[in-house]
């Protein structure tokens, strides 16, 4: 199957920066038919949202409007490895923040449909 494991998360306080990972591995996971890579994030008492997604070729990238210009997700393909450097945190930004693998770059933000996700990583943002 495929695991996803995120670090890096923690306590920043507003307009900090953290760096979050995802690892992919396990025996069926390749970039190939497991093509794209995502981040989503989920704060209490609301819905599972889309934050950001990239293709392992090429990049393709996609960013949710509440982060586009303060977050960048970026990957290495050697390491099966995804980013996701937040800038200029705020603290609505405060939620568990969960990697996702799903076929395609085209349908990840769906958040319903994907496959697979990691266990999370939580984010706090004090003011």
């Known amino acids: 199957q495929v695991q996803l494991v995120e670090s890096g998360g923690g306590l920043v306080q507003a307009g900090g920066s953290l760096r979050l990972s995802c690892a992919a591995s396990?025996?069926?996971?390749?970039?190939?038919?497991?093509?794209?890579m995502g981040w989503f994030r989920q704060a209490p008492g609301k819905e599972r949202e889309f934050v950001a997604a990239?293709?392992?070729?090429?990049?393709?990238?996609y960013y949710a409007a509440s982060v586009k210009g303060r977050f960048t997700i970026s990957r290495d393909n050697a390491k099966n490895t995804v980013y996701l450097q937040m800038n200029s945190l705020k603290p609505e930004d405060t939620a568990v923040y969960y990697c996702?693998?799903?076929?395609?770059?085209?349908?990840?933000?769906?958040?319903?449909?994907?496959?697979?996700w990691g266990k999370g990583t939580l984010v706090t943002v004090s003011s």
């Open positions: 996702a693998s799903d076929h395609s770059i085209a349908t990840i933000q769906r958040v319903g449909g994907i496959p697979y």
């Open positions: 396990g025996r069926t996971f390749s970039m190939i038919s497991m093509s794209a």
């Open positions: 990239i293709s392992w070729s090429g990049p393709i990238t």
